[in-house]
């Protein structure tokens, strides 16, 4: 059997780094003694006795209360958020309170301007005798037989629709004071 020459070289080259390392160790002749603490602050001491002495600056220093500041910059969020909305429509005319502010329920938030609040009831109640008018005008077109029953419902829902705008307005008259200030619900 052959042996290649790669795997003799490196067979070789253990051997002398094997060799390499145990050479080291052959040389002495042990453990090595190592002074405990005491002996070598003795030995520093008599070191230190033949140097000359050291001059030394002393004072007094006396204890004083420090203030320490720290200057953060962040940025808050409110815990809660509440969202208020009015039961009427209309433009805001003052606003008592900042934006932010901690408020309580029944606190005034804004109060709302009421100009506009019976031109709006006029308007609606003219709105109301209009579409009367049409109805009561589509039924007797309907008697002679002119009208067709499309027009009749689309006549109705008029006159309906014209009826609750009137009460919506009237309600919003009624409310007017007690509406022109905005409160939390909660």
Known sequence: MRIRGTYITATVIAVLIGAWL????LGENGVEEHPTLAQ??????????????????????????????????????????????????????????????????GDP????????????????????EQATIEYDGSLRLKERGFQSETAIAQARARLAAADAELTRRRLDLERGPRAAHLRPTA
């Open 22 to 25: 145990y050479s080291g160790q």
């Open 40 to 105: 070598a602050n003795q030995q520093r001491s008599a070191e230190l006795q033949d140097l000359a002495p050291t001059k030394v600056r002393a004072r007094v220093v006396h204890a004083a209360p420090q203030v320490r500041e720290v200057v953060l910059r962040g940025k808050t969020e409110n815990k809660r958020t509440v969202e208020v909305k009015s039961e009427v429509a209309g433009r805001i005319i003052d606003r008592p309170v900042d934006r932010g502010a901690v408020v309580k329920a």
């Open 109 to 128: 938030l804004c109060q709302l301007s009421l100009d506009d609040r019976m031109a709006a009831l006029n308007e609606a109640r003219a709105a109301l």
